[in-house]
């Protein structure tokens, strides 16, 4: 049986926490100018949403959204602690704009996520069930949640994370993975982090179900699935690749310009290939 284990692996460099969260768009393109910095970032519990996954249609979560809004404000977000809180009745603007993914967004009154999310658990959290049911129900983003297989054959898994290592280490991206576990469960998770090793890999990832902590998975290459207690047997499958361009592209185009400047090519994420 595969375990998880809740220490550091040594692949992160210890850039200080208070570097990596950005108040000004100097320290935010500094972030993206390195793009390791951004994958550091979710190595501070400070950086990752207060609550976990719960809520959504008939209770069974929303760990795709979740993750994505996490991902979003790892690329994202300025935080301008100084500046005053703007009323609850204004939150949900914000939330969109950190929903929706483009534009750079500037969080008042607030130091990191970690606070940011506690103080709008209720108004986030009705946020992520309304996303669920508009791109999970009436967009028919339901079908993704059913598609791909429990088990491979470790001939097609190994190049599939090999792919997976290339996109997190050499591209500096972070991954999020649909996790396809048997019957009609599909969960989510974000992988920011990987480790080579003589058999296999080590992810380093960010699950909804345990938000605040930084996780580890040992990846070996004869493997046919993944295995944890409680998900049982998944494979892992990179997705929302395009949505990771988007967001990229957006702060891009704010570092070269000072403003918001996103062309309108992006499809619907839930129908990408």
Same mark, same amino acid.
């Given at each position: 049986?595969?375990?998880?284990?809740?220490?550091?692996?040594?692949?992160?460099?210890?850039?200080?926490?208070?570097?990596?969260?950005?108040?000004?768009?100097?320290?935010?393109?500094?972030?993206?100018?390195?793009?390791?910095?951004?994958?550091?970032?979710?190595?501070?519990?400070?950086?990752?949403?207060?609550?976990? !996954? $719960?809520?959504?249609?008939?209770? #069974? &979560?929303?760990?795709?959204?979740?993750? +994505?809004?996490?991902?979003?404000?790892?690329? %994202?977000?300025?935080?301008?602690?100084?500046?005053?809180?703007?009323?609850?009745?204004?939150?949900?603007?914000?939330?969109?704009?950190?929903?929706?993914g483009k534009t750079v967004v500037i969080v008042p009154g607030f130091l990191n996520v970690k606070d940011f999310t506690q103080n709008y658990q209720k108004e986030i959290?009705?946020?992520? !069930? $309304?996303?669920?049911?508009?791109? #999970? &129900?009436?967009?028919?983003?339901?079908? +993704?949640?059913?598609?791909?297989?429990?088990? %491979?054959?470790?001939?097609?898994?190994?190049?599939?994370?090999?792919?997976?290592?290339?996109?997190?280490?050499?591209?500096?991206?972070?991954?999020?993975?649909?996790?396809?576990?048997?019957?009609?469960?599909?969960?989510?998770?974000?992988?920011?982090?990987?480790?080579?090793?003589?058999?296999?890999?080590?992810?380093?990832?960010?699950?909804?179900?345990?938000?605040?902590?930084?996780?580890?998975?040992?990846?070996?290459?004869?493997?046919?699935?993944?295995?944890?207690?409680?998900?049982?047997?998944?494979?892992?499958?990179?997705?929302?690749?395009?949505?990771e361009e988007r967001l990229t592209t957006v702060a891009k185009s704010y570092c070269q310009t000072g403003i918001n400047l996103l062309p309108d090519v992006f499809e619907?994420?839930?129908?990408?290939?």
């Amino acid at each position: 049986m595969k375990s998880l284990v809740l220490f550091s692996i040594g692949f992160f460099s210890f850039s200080t926490l208070a570097n990596l969260i950005p108040s000004t768009q100097n320290e935010f393109c500094t972030n993206h100018q390195d793009k390791s910095r951004i994958q550091d970032y979710l190595e501070f519990s400070e950086n990752l949403m207060s609550f976990k !996954n $719960d809520g959504g249609v008939f209770d #069974g &979560g929303v760990c795709w959204w979740h993750s +994505r809004f996490q991902r979003n404000m790892a690329y %994202l977000a300025i935080f301008k602690p100084e500046s005053p809180i703007i009323p609850k009745k204004e939150i949900r603007n914000l939330l969109n704009q950190i929903r929706n993914g483009k534009t750079v967004v500037i969080v008042p009154g607030f130091l990191n996520v970690k606070d940011f999310t506690q103080n709008y658990q209720k108004e986030i959290q009705g946020l992520l !069930n $309304d996303w669920q049911i508009l791109e #999970g &129900g009436l967009q028919g983003g339901w079908q +993704r949640g059913i598609q791909g297989k429990t088990s %491979l054959d470790p001939k097609v898994l190994s190049p599939m994370m090999d792919r997976l290592y290339d996109y997190v280490e050499n591209q500096k991206k972070i991954a999020y993975q649909k996790l396809q576990i048997k019957g009609i469960t599909a969960h989510a998770w974000l992988v920011h982090r990987m480790k080579k090793m003589e058999d296999g890999y080590i992810l380093s990832y960010v699950d909804s179900n345990a938000p605040q902590e930084v996780l580890t998975y040992h990846y070996k290459y004869t493997d046919r699935s993944f295995f944890i207690k409680g998900y049982g047997n998944f494979v892992p499958y990179l997705e929302f690749v395009k949505e990771e361009e988007r967001l990229t592209t957006v702060a891009k185009s704010y570092c070269q310009t000072g403003i918001n400047l996103l062309p309108d090519v992006f499809e619907n994420p839930i129908y990408e290939k």
